[in-house]
Structure formats: C-alpha cells, structure tokens
C-alpha cells in the first residue's frame, strides 16, 4: 500500500520552520501553504510549477528531509507528520543523484539495505544483481560512480531507490541533468519502471512536457498554493484558472483582453459574437474576461469566411509539420500553430478564427475559469465563433 495524503500541509521558512537539524533558515518564507492532495496507491502523481513554487520543499516535507509548521502527512491512513526519514519507508531520488563516490555501484546499490535490514551480505548481493537486471545494467557493478555516463548515474540513484521496496519513491527532478534524447528516452524508462514495480510516486520537475507526459495526475503549484490537481488533459482542457492554462501547453496559450457585453466579446481589435449558449452560460460572469485560445486551436480563415480578423504576420517559425506564426493583434504579439504545408510570409496578413469550442475564458480579476474547451456546463459546439474586426 501507498497511499499518502497532504492535509493542509505549510512550511514556512524563519516562521517557525526550520530543517531536520532544527535551524531556521530564512525569514518568514511561505514556501508552502495549506496544500492538501491524496494519492492513490500505485499513482504517479507530478509536482510542477515554476522555479520557487514550493516544489521541493513540499517533496523534503514528505520525505521528512524538512520539518512541516503545519498540517499532517499520512501514509496509508498513518500519521507520519514527525517522523524521521529513515522510518517513513520512502525511498528518495536526487537530482544530483547523490552517489556514493568511493564507493562502487555495486554498493551504491546495496549500501541502504544492508545497514537497515538484518539480510546477510549474500542475500544484498543477490537482491542487487536482480536489480541491476531490471535496469540493464549488470556489467557496470563493479565500477565506481566516476566511470559513468549521467544516464548511467541515474539508473544506479533508482536502482539504490528501487532496492529497497519503499512504499512510496520521492523523485526531485530526476532527469534534469541528461541532454534532451537522453531525458526523453529516461522519461519513458522511469514511467514503464513505476508501472511494473506499481510503487507510489511523487515526481517533481519545473518541466511542464514531462508532468504531462509521466503523470497520472499532475499537481500545478504557484507561490506555495496549490492551483489543481488532475489528469494531463483535465488540466490541459479544463483549466482551473488563467495560471493553469498559461502553463500547461507549448506553446503558451494566448491571452486576450476582452470585455464581456452580454452577447459578444469585445477587443479593442476586434469583436467575437457569442452563440446563445454561450451567452446564457455567460449570463453571471464579469464584464472584465481574458480570452484564452491556444496556439493549436487557432485557425486560418477559407477564403470568403465571415468575421475574421486580419493578423499581420511579425515571425514565422517553420518547425517541420507545424509553422509557429507570431501574429499582431491589437499591437500585442499571440503565437498560431498552423499546418507546415501552408506557404505565408512575414509582413502579410491572414485571416484567423478562435473556434468557439476551443476558446477559454477567465475572469480578469483573480483568473479563474468562466468558460473552459471541455467545459461539461459550456455549449459542446464545434462551430467556429466569428470574430470580426472592428
Ligand atoms: P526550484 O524549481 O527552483 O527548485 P521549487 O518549486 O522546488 O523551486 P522550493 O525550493 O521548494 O521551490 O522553494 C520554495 C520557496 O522557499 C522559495 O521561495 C525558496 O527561496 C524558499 N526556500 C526553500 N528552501 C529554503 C530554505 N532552506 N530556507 C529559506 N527559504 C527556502
């Protein structure tokens, strides 16, 4: 079983906090607050949020490395709030991997095993070698850290994670010193590794490709809050507010400020006619809204369509099957991810639609979500929405 629960989880540093030895480290820091999620046994559950979000500290909370100033950490209904590390049953992988340097990976592996169980040092060996099996890399038990690839490295940290059967893996950027390929190919390795073993893991990375790609759920945090929790799409659909939307994706989503009249949105470029649904769905939200709408949900207008706005193009970035056009509305600059087929060219104008169906809508004050793509009490309507220049 591994099933963890934050319950109003703060840490505050200076305030009261402090690190495992007691010290205080800073000056009335909120690093984390009142962050409350529940795991379920076996899930992969991805912390992700910009640099200083509170992502490793709320990690070093459950690991125990950090003293919590309030709230409670449980593991399968346990309160392990004030426990030590060593007695959580937890296994931790670092970003620096944290490898013994003079100490061969054979015993990188097996070190932890054999100072905190009572198992003879034929039966560490043993338990070592099957690891090093599950992860390929049998041939490099007798080398020392220094002899190794990063990627190497790497798989001896989970290996010296693995071996111990924890309840629950605490993995704190784990993949952020490999080059690109390494880390993709690493990425798909640890998931396929968490669904064999079935081990509950926490992940934490700044990487908003790798929370969608790994998790089962992922949890955004901004300034120590908690800002949703869901699956990838949930998140990427139906964001909770305008931070969400604006993180998950890439390219960002747009933002467009518009001004609600009751039946269309105004921008000071253009005007975008709501559909009745929309408008009764609308009927309480404020008159200040951001228009959300991604970059792939952007369309190029047919010829003779009605209503679309003319958007000079400042950039075009050809990535292969997609082009990236920087376009010009209102004297800001929104990106469209458009068919790499299409043949534009900087300086021209093109004609583009925000689909009805793909556009979100926040309220400005605060940034929560008033109209979302996927949003169940939104119309479900695959008409594009016209938008029309002023
Ligand atoms: P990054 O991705 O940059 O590692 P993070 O999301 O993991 O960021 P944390 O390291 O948890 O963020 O830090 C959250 C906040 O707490 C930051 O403002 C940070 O400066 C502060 N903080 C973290 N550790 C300490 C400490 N030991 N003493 C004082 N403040 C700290």
Redesign the pocket.
């Known amino acids: 079983m591994g099933e963890l629960e934050l319950r109003n989880l703060t840490k505050v ?2 305030g009261g906090g402090g ?1 495992e030895s007691g010290d205080d ?2 000056d009335g ?1 909120v ?1 984390v607050s009142d962050l409350s999620i529940e795991m379920a046994d076996g899930e992969f559950l991805v912390l992700v ?10 990690l070093r909370c459950i690991a125990g490395l950090e003293h919590t100033t309030d709230g409670r950490i449980s593991l399968d209904g346990r309160d392990i709030t004030d426990l030590k590390p060593k007695e959580r049953d937890m296994a931790m992988v670092f970003q620096n991997y944290a490898l013994y340097p003079h100490m061969t990976v054979r015993k990188n592996i097996g070190y932890g095993l054999s100072i905190t169980t009572d198992l003879s040092s034929s039966e560490v060996d043993d338990r070592v070698e099957e690891i090093a099996e599950l992860l390929e890399i049998p041939e490099l038990l007798d080398k020392k850290p220094k002899e190794l690839s990063g990627g190497q490295q790497q798989r001896v940290a989970l290996g010296r994670a693995i071996v111990r059967e924890p309840e629950v893996f605490l993995m704190d ?1 784990p993949l952020s010193n490999l080059d690109a390929k390494l880390r993709t190919q690493m990425r798909t390795e640890i998931q396929q590794l968490q669904a064999d073993l079935g081990t509950s893991t926490v992940y ?1 990375t ?1 990487d908003q490709t790798e929370a969608m790609t790994m998790g089962d759920r992922i949890a955004i ?1 901004d300034g ?1 809050e908690l800002q949703q929790v869901g699956t990838p799409l949930e998140c990427y659909h139906e964001p909770a507010n305008a931070f969400v939307a604006g993180f998950i994706g890439s390219p960002s989503m747009n933002f467009l400020p518009v001004e609600f009249t009751g039946d269309e949105l105004r921008h000071k470029a253009f005007s975008y006619d709501l559909s009745a649904d929309l408008q009764e769905h609308l009927r309480n939200a404020p008159r200040e809204l951001t228009l959300g709408i991604r970059p792939e949900h952007i369309e190029i207008a047919e010829d003779g369509a009605r209503n679309v706005v003319h958007a000079p193009i400042e950039v075009i970035e050809p990535m292969g099957e997609l082009s990236y056009l920087h376009l010009t509305i209102g004297g800001t600059t929104y990106t469209a991810s458009i068919d790499g087929d299409r043949h534009h060219q900087v300086g021209e104008a093109v004609d583009v639609l925000f689909p009805e169906a793909k556009i979100h809508l926040f309220a400005r004050d605060g940034g929560e979500a008033v109209k979302n793509s996927r949003d169940a009490a939104a119309p479900a309507t695959d008409e594009s929405a016209t938008v029309a220049t002023d």
Do not use: M, R
């Open positions: 540093f200076g690190d480290d800073g820091i690093a949020g910009p640099s200083g979000c509170g992502k490793s500290t709320t950027e934490v700044h945090l120590g």
